[in-house]
C-alpha cells in the first residue's frame, strides 16, 4: 500500500471518528424507487421507527402528485425509476499528483485561486497527512461542543439528538409542501443539522466547506437549522470549486427555525456542472428552502451565488410570524450557454410590524435564460408590514433572456411594499470605456458585472465575497468578444 | 510621436473623415477645432479605437509602431489616453478601485511593479489635491451620479494619474463653467511636458485661452482646411466658421 493510500484512510478514519459517515458502507442499491426502497434506506440508516413512519408517508403522498410545470424552464422528463436512491459515500480512486487532474478543473482550480493543498483535496488527489481543513474541522467542532453548539450531519442528529430532529424536521417545510419536497422527504440522504442554544452567538461561519467530503452526500440533502431565542448563526454552503456529479437530479430541502431574537444568516454559493457549451449534461437543481421566523424580532437572511447547474429552481423564503421579524433574500443567478435558472423568493408576512428585503440580480448570457419570480405575501394580521423589492437583470449578447414574475398578495391596508426592477444590457460603451483605460475586455466585462452584483455581494462574508467574484468571471468566461 | 497619413473613417455607414494628415511630436500641443459635423470626435474616437469607427484607408503611427493594428487597450497601455466627451458611468464600481486596476494593467504592461493599495493612496492623494478633487468622487461609483463638471474633471483626474504619453481631448471643454474650466486647463498645464503630447478637441476658441496650443488646424468635412499657430484661433473667434468655408 502506498504512503498515500494510507494518508486518505486515515483522513478517512479522523472524518469517521466525527461522525461524518457515521453509518454508510460502501455500496449502492439498484434502480427504481418503491417502498422497499424507503424502507431499506430507513434501515441501512438505522433510523427510529417514526422516521421511517414519516419517510413512508411521503413517498406515499409523492406517488399522487404531478410534477410541477408553471417554472419557466424546459427538460425532457425525467425517469423517477432510472436513478439509484440510495448509494454510499464512495471514495475515487485516489490521484497521485495534481498532473493527473483534468486540465480543464485545474484550470478552474487556478483562476479561482485555491490553494495547491485544497485543489488536492477536492480533485481527490492523495494530500499530507497534516492538512489544515482537518485539523481546523477538528478544532473547530471541539470549541463549538464546549457552547452547546451542535453541528453534525443529520444522519448523526437522528442517533444522537432525535427529540429535536423529530420536533422540527418537516416544520417548515412539511413534506406535502410540492413534488420535490414529498421526493426528498421519502428518500433523503444526509446534510448538516445545526442547533444554537439560547443566548449563544456562533463564533465562526459554520461552514459544509469543513465537511470535507460533503459533496458526496448526495443528491437528496436534509438541512435542518435551528436557533434558539437570542442566538445567532451564520451557515455557508457550497464551495466556489467546480462539482462534477454524477447525478442529474439534486432535490435538496433547507429548513431553518428562529426563534426570539436570533438570527440566522444563510449563504449559498453554488457551482454544480452547468452542462458543456452546446447544454449536453448539467445537474438540475430543484430546491425547496424556508426560514420560518417564529420569534419575536427573529431575522433570516439568504444569501445566494448562484452559477451552476443546467437548471436551477428554488425561492429561498420567510415566514415571518413573529411580530418584527425580519426577512432577507439577496440573490445573484447567472445564466451562460445554455442554462436556465427560474429563482427567486417567496416572503410570507403574518405578524405585526415584520419586515422583507429582496434584492435579486440576474445575468444572462449566450444562450442563457434567466427569470426572477418572487412572492410577497401580507397576512391580514400583518399590521404595518413592510417589503422592498429590486430585481436587476443584466444581458450579455443578444441570444439570452430575462424574466421577471412578481406576485403581491396584499391583505392588510397598512401594508407598504415597493417593487423596483430594471433590465439593461451590458453597454459596449462601458466596455470601450474601461478598455481605452487599459482594461482587457474580458476584465472590463468582469469589473462591469462585479459593480452590478455589488449589493448581494457586500452580504457575503469577506472571503467567500472575493471567491464568488472570481467563480463569476469563469462561468461568464467566453460570453463577450 | 504621432504620424498619421492620409486618413479616412467612416461610422454609421459615412465617410467622416477624408484624408487627414497631421504629424504630432512630443512636448506639442495641437488644437483640433471645427464646425459641428466636421469630424473633430471622430478623429479623437477613430485614434482611440472605437469600434463604431472603421479606417477604410491611410495609416497612423505612433512611435513608429501601426496604431491602427492595436486593440484599444493596448493603445491605452502603450500610453494614448482619451479624456470622453461623455464620461460613461458604471454603476456599483469604486472610482479608486477602477483607476487601480486601469494603472495597474498599465504598470504590468510596460513591466513595472504593481502599487499595492497603500502606495495607490498616496498617489491618489497627490494627484487629486492638483485638481480639486473631492474625496467623496474617489470613494463614489464610477462617474455614477457626478455632474457634468464632476464627470470631466475625473477625466482629467485619470489622465493625471495614467499619465499618458498622448493625450486626447475630446471636447474636454463642452458644458463646463469658466471655474470648472480652469481647473481642468490648470490641470493639463502642469502635464505638459517634452515627452508628452496633446491633442486638444475643441469646438469653441475659449478652452485655448487656458491651455495654449502650438499649433491649430482647422477641419471641415472631414478635412484639415487650414493649420496654423495659436492665432488662428482667435481669427476663428473673431471671423466665425463660415470664414474658412468661404475661402
Same mark, same amino acid.
Given at each position: 500500500?502506498?504512503?498515500?493510500t ?37 434501515q ?43 448509494s ?7 490521484l ?16 479561482? %485561486? ?9 480533485a ?5 497527512a497534516?492538512?489544515d481543513?482537518?485539523?481546523?474541522a477538528?478544532?473547530f ?9 451542535i ?19 418537516g ?42 467530503n460533503?459533496k ?6 436534509r ?14 454552503e ?10 442529474q437530479?439534486?432535490?435538496?430541502v433547507?429548513?431553518?427555525?428562529a ?16 452542462g ?8 438540475f ?31 429561498p ?6 411580530d ?5 433574500f ?16 417567496k ?29 410577497v ?13 429590486q ?45 481605452q ?11 462591469i ?18 471567491e ?14 | 510621436m ?16 477624408r ?73 456599483g ?12 494593467a498599465k504598470r504590468?504592461?510596460? %513591466? ?84 508628452r ?21 482647422v ?22 466658421? %463660415? ?5
Amino acid at each position: 500500500m502506498s504512503t498515500s493510500t494510507e494518508t486518505i484512510e486515515q483522513l478517512a478514519n479522523r472524518e469517521y471518528k466525527y461522525g461524518f459517515y457515521s453509518d454508510v458502507e460502501a455500496e449502492t442499491i439498484p434502480k427504481g424507487l418503491s417502498e422497499d426502497v424507503v424502507r431499506l434506506i430507513s434501515q441501512k440508516k438505522n433510523e427510529p421507527e417514526w422516521l421511517l413512519e414519516w419517510r413512508l408517508k411521503a413517498y406515499r403522498l409523492w406517488l399522487t402528485m404531478k410534477e410541477p410545470s408553471w417554472q419557466n424552464v424546459k427538460y425532457d422528463p425525467i425517469n423517477y425509476q432510472d436513478i439509484v436512491y440510495y448509494s454510499a459515500p464512495k471514495r475515487k480512486k485516489a490521484l497521485n499528483s495534481l498532473d493527473e487532474v483534468d486540465p480543464e478543473v485545474k484550470r478552474t482550480f487556478d483562476k479561482l %485561486g485555491i490553494p495547491l493543498e485544497e485543489q488536492k483535496l477536492l480533485a481527490g488527489v492523495a494530500v499530507d497527512a497534516v492538512f489544515d481543513s482537518v485539523s481546523v474541522a477538528t478544532t473547530f467542532r471541539e470549541k463549538l461542543a464546549g457552547m452547546g453548539i451542535i453541528f453534525m450531519s443529520f444522519s448523526e442528529a437522528v442517533q444522537h439528538h432525535p427529540d429535536l430532529v423529530k420536533k422540527y424536521l418537516g416544520s417548515v417545510v412539511p413534506h406535502t409542501d410540492n413534488f420535490f419536497a414529498a421526493l426528498n422527504s421519502a428518500v433523503f440522504s444526509d446534510g448538516s443539522f445545526v442547533y444554537v442554544p439560547k443566548g449563544v452567538r456562533c463564533p465562526m461561519e459554520l461552514s459544509t466547506y469543513f465537511r470535507i467530503n460533503a459533496k458526496d452526500t448526495g443528491q437528496f440533502e436534509r438541512t435542518l437549522i435551528i436557533a434558539d431565542e437570542g442566538s445567532y448563526v451564520s451557515y455557508l454552503e457550497g464551495c466556489t470549486a467546480p462539482m462534477r456529479d454524477e447525478n442529474q437530479l439534486h432535490a435538496a430541502v433547507v429548513e431553518l427555525v428562529a426563534h426570539d431574537d436570533a438570527t440566522i444568516k444563510y449563504s449559498t454559493i453554488q457551482n454544480w456542472y452547468p452542462g458543456d457549451k452546446d447544454g449536453k449534461g448539467g445537474i438540475f437543481n430543484f430546491v425547496t428552502k424556508r426560514g420560518l421566523a417564529s420569534g419575536r424580532r427573529s431575522k433570516i437572511t439568504w444569501t445566494q451565488v448562484e452559477t451552476g447547474s443546467a437548471i436551477t429552481w428554488k425561492y429561498p423564503g420567510c415566514i415571518l410570524q413573529g411580530d418584527g421579524s425580519i426577512g432577507e433574500f439577496y440573490s445573484v443567478a447567472t445564466t451562460n450557454n445554455w442554462q436556465q435558472a427560474d429563482t427567486g423568493t417567496k416572503m410570507i408576512h403574518l405578524g405585526k410590524n415584520t419586515r422583507s428585503t429582496i434584492v435579486s440580480k440576474g445575468i444572462s448570457a449566450g444562450h442563457g435564460q434567466n427569470t426572477y419570480r418572487g412572492l410577497v405575501r401580507i397576512g391580514k394580521n400583518a399590521v404595518n408590514a413592510r417589503n422592498y423589492s429590486q430585481c436587476d437583470s443584466l444581458l450579455i449578447g443578444d441570444k439570452c433572456g430575462a424574466h421577471t414574475f412578481p406576485y403581491l398578495e396584499i391583505r392588510n391596508t397598512s401594508a407598504r411594499v415597493e417593487h423596483e426592477a430594471s433590465t439593461s444590457k451590458i453597454g459596449e460603451d462601458q466596455i470601450f470605456y474601461c478598455r481605452q483605460r487599459g482594461l482587457k475586455t474580458e476584465d472590463a466585462v468582469n469589473m462591469i458585472v462585479s459593480g452590478f452584483c455589488r449589493e448581494v455581494f457586500r452580504e457575503l462574508p469577506m472571503e467567500f465575497a472575493v471567491e464568488a467574484q472570481k467563480l463569476l468571471s469563469v462561468s461568464l468566461e467566453g460570453s463577450v468578444g | 510621436m504621432l504620424e498619421i497619413r492620409n486618413l479616412h473613417v467612416r461610422a454609421e455607414g459615412k465617410e467622416i473623415l477624408r484624408g487627414i494628415d497631421l504629424t504630432v511630436n512630443a512636448g506639442e500641443v495641437h488644437a483640433i477645432m471645427g464646425p459641428n459635423g466636421s469630424g473633430k470626435s471622430t478623429l479623437a474616437r477613430a485614434l482611440s479605437g472605437h469600434p463604431e469607427y472603421e479606417v477604410t484607408a491611410g495609416e497612423a503611427l505612433y512611435e513608429g509602431r501601426d496604431l491602427l493594428a492595436m486593440d484599444p487597450d493596448e493603445r491605452a497601455r502603450e500610453g494614448v489616453f482619451m479624456a470622453f466627451q461623455y464620461p460613461v458611468e458604471i454603476a456599483g464600481v469604486n472610482n479608486s478601485y477602477f483607476l487601480k486596476a486601469a494603472l495597474n494593467a498599465k504598470r504590468k504592461h510596460l %513591466g513595472q511593479p504593481e502599487l499595492d493599495a497603500m502606495e495607490f493612496m498616496t498617489l491618489v492623494q497627490e494627484k487629486a489635491k492638483l485638481l480639486e478633487i473631492d474625496k467623496s468622487m474617489l470613494t463614489r461609483a464610477v462617474n455614477e451620479g457626478f455632474s457634468g463638471g464632476e464627470k470631466k474633471r475625473n477625466e482629467i483626474f485619470q489622465m493625471a494619474l495614467l499619465e499618458p504619453k498622448l493625450a486626447i481631448l475630446d471636447e474636454t471643454d463642452s458644458g463646463l463653467d469658466i471655474d470648472a474650466l480652469k481647473l481642468v486647463a490648470n490641470g493639463v498645464n502642469a502635464m505638459r511636458s517634452p515627452g508628452r503630447a496633446f491633442i486638444v478637441v475643441t469646438h469653441y476658441q475659449r478652452l485655448l485661452n487656458y491651455i495654449v496650443p502650438d499649433y491649430v488646424h482647422v477641419l471641415s468635412a472631414g478635412k484639415i482646411v487650414r493649420s496654423g499657430g495659436k492665432e488662428l484661433a482667435h481669427e476663428l473667434e473673431a471671423r466665425g466658421y %463660415g470664414w474658412i468655408d468661404a475661402a
